[in-house]
Each structure stands twice: as structure tokens, then as C-alpha cells.
């Protein structure tokens, strides 16, 4: 993946709870999640599965995009979701 970008993305933890952040290496940061080094919220919630992501090219567009996400229901996260302009196969093969 080009490093220039800057991602959001949405996991959902073992509990079925989301977690929402955002990074500018999705590779490694969902390793670190698998791996029960990311954030503080999905340790202990693993595995997690990525179910959204989403690019930009400005970190501030990012950052404004997952403030934006982390506002909304569960049902308003789940239909962005379902909506998935970039919703992800499986993360096993990104945790690798």
C-alpha cells in the first residue's frame, strides 16, 4: 500500500463491539491489534476483523473522517459498512 496515504478504518472485536481509528500504515497497525499491541479498546477484544477502510491523501482529512465515524449509531456504523466503498475481504491476510 503507498505509505503517502492515510487511512480510517473499522474493526469489529470478538465482543461485536467497532473500533475505529485511524493510521498511515493499515498493514502493520492491524497486526499490532491481532497481536494485542494496538490500541488500549480492542485488547482483550481479539481477534478483530477489519470490516471498513478508507484513504486519503491528508492526514486532517483523515482525522476529520474518523471523528465523523466515531459520532455515529451502531446501525448508521453498520450501514456504512454494508455501503463498503472499501470494505475489506479478510484481515488474516493483512495480519500475516
Do not use: W
Not at 492515510?6 to 463491539?17: F, I, N, P, Q, R
Not at 499490532?32 to 477502510?53: D, F, I, N
Not at 484513504?55 to 476529520?64: C, H, I, N, V
Request: hydrophobic letters at 25%; glycine letters at 8%; aromatic letters at 10%.
Amino acid at each position: 500500500m503507498d505509505s503517502n496515504n492515510h487511512y480510517v478504518y473499522m474493526l469489529e472485536c470478538a465482543d461485536g463491539t467497532y473500533y475505529t481509528g485511524y493510521t498511515n500504515q493499515l498493514e502493520k497497525r492491524l497486526s499490532l491489534h491481532q497481536r494485542g499491541k494496538g490500541a488500549k479498546y480492542t485488547r482483550g477484544r481479539s481477534p478483530v476483523e477489519l470490516v471498513y477502510k478508507n484513504a486519503f491523501r491528508s492526514k486532517g482529512e483523515a482525522l476529520k473522517e474518523e471523528y465523523r465515524i466515531k459520532q455515529l449509531t451502531r446501525k448508521q456504523k453498520e450501514q456504512l459498512i454494508r455501503e463498503g466503498n472499501n470494505a475489506y475481504e479478510d484481515a488474516t491476510e493483512l495480519s500475516e
